[in-house]
């Protein structure tokens, strides 16, 4: 039985055959692209962070709370945009954000203080956070007509549009002033919006035909679904502040603590972002096979010591290698969170996990910089070791929500029975 719902729900090109529908198969190319652009505009801009903490003359914890500006206009934001999503829908929402974010990117080049760079990427984390709402939203739609995990592969497109902006980022960052290179990327990011946004358009939220059982369940969760919101959020929350910090401060670490070449230190969250790619790739398969306990606090613990060589190591190459190993290990945390709090609560859960998860990026921009200021770079950093072991310990806390009903964790793998691992429950949250 599982292996016949398996190939009755497997995407095109993959182990099960050619059945999905084709308007499925557009839908997720198109939110795929919408993830790797999201990706790209986002890594396009911090590694030009270096320069453009030179542009402004912000020292480390100036420069920390200037960054503090792109997560909490995120923050404030995203539970804006969960509602959004519920009214308008979550396609329409991410096309938006997809033109207001490249348009907010080019604004942090034409800054000349750390207080005008902070004000412009207010409204730079404002379009982001609205982005990654709205698209998760939207996935997570999918993924309930889909039937099957397929939420890591998202993120493998942010990761992969990661690691291709930060290349080219690390290739132009010699030759090209950041006013111009964030320009181009608002050139592209507009372009792609324009060719993709209309497949979003056209075909609303997929809604799953519900089962008699399902029709009598409250739309709301349940206190305890509620609680296991708040705890998936809590993870997501971890993990956010080990990508934000190797995001905002893993470049300025290799150029400055390691003596590393600007080219050579962009590519260091190029590398990392190479290995979440990886990581996100194989997480489907992770997630069948290990379940999601065991995932999640595999992944922790490899972040752990990741992030321990990569913050730690005498040389610039023990410290990417650390760098890939802390990817490999923050890979499929994040999406498991956001995925599990979607399928408890809809675009309210998204909103309330991504809010959460982006709190990290809230407190580790400022907290590195003071810690920077107080003892040094390298030892701030270990606080995102910190963390992941946290969010091993806390997943395996939350071992025992995957023992709820099949309803609520649809792709446990072992965790869950052979005969409801394939059952998926429909999204609660699919537009107004």
């Given amino acids: 039985m599982p292996q016949l719902n398996k190939l009755r729900t497997a995407l095109p090109g ?129 993924v309930a007509a889909l039937r099957r995990p397929v939420m890591p592969s998202f993120h493998a497109a942010f990761s992969l549009g990661g690691m291709v902006g930060a290349g080219l980022g690390g290739l132009v960052a010699g030759g090209l002033s950041p006013a111009m290179h964030l320009f181009t990327l608002t050139g592209i990011g507009l372009l792609v919006t324009a060719a993709v946004g209309p497949v979003l358009l056209r075909q609303p939220p997929p809604k799953p035909a519900s089962t008699a059982d399902d029709a009598e369940k409250p739309r709301r969760p349940a206190g305890r679904a509620r609680r296991m919101v708040l705890l998936f959020g809590v993870i997501a929350l971890c993990t956010a502040y080990g990508e934000g910090a190797l995001a905002d401060w893993g470049a300025l670490h290799l150029e400055q603590d390691l003596h590393a070449h600007p080219g050579v230190a962009a590519a260091g969250y190029s590398l990392f972002a190479l290995a979440m790619t990886a990581g996100r790739l194989s997480g489907t398969a992770l997630l069948e096979r290990l379940g999601q306990t065991r995932t999640l606090v595999a992944g922790g613990a490899t972040a752990t010591a990741g992030m321990l060589l990569g913050s730690l190591a005498p040389t610039t190459w023990l410290a990417l290698l650390g760098f890939a190993v802390t990817g490999l290990g923050l890979a499929n ?55 992941a072991a946290a969010a091993a310990a806390l997943g395996y806390g939350a071992r025992n929500a995957a023992h709820t009903s099949a309803n609520e964790w649809p792709y446990s793998g072992r965790d869950s029975s052979p005969e409801t691992r394939w059952k998926c429950r429909p999204s609660t949250g699919s537009g107004p």
């Fill in 333 to 387: 945390i994040f999406p498991v969170a956001v995925g599990r709090a979607g399928e408890l609560a809809g675009p309210g859960g998204v909103a309330a996990a991504s809010t959460l998860g982006y709190g990290g990026m809230l407190l580790g921009p400022p907290a590195i910089g003071f810690l920077t200021d107080w003892f040094s770079l390298p030892l701030a950093l270990t606080t995102v070791a910190l963390l």
């Fill in 14 to 142: 993959g182990p099960g055959g050619n059945t999905a529908p084709p308007s499925l198969a557009r839908l997720r190319t198109a939110l795929t692209v919408f993830f790797a652009l999201d990706g790209f505009l986002f890594a396009g801009w911090v590694v030009r962070i270096p320069a453009i903490k030179h542009q402004t003359g912000a020292s480390a914890s100036t420069l920390g709370l200037a960054l503090l500006g792109v997560s909490a206009g995120a923050v404030v934001t995203m539970t804006l945009t969960g509602r959004l999503c519920r009214r308008f829908g979550s396609h329409p929402v991410t096309v938006v954000c997809g033109v207001l974010l490249p348009l907010s990117i080019a604004l942090p080049a034409q800054t000349r203080s750390a207080l005008a760079l902070g004000l412009v990427l207010l409204v730079f984390g404002a379009a982001y956070g609205g982005m990654n709402v709205a698209m998760n939203s939207a996935a997570v739609d999918l």
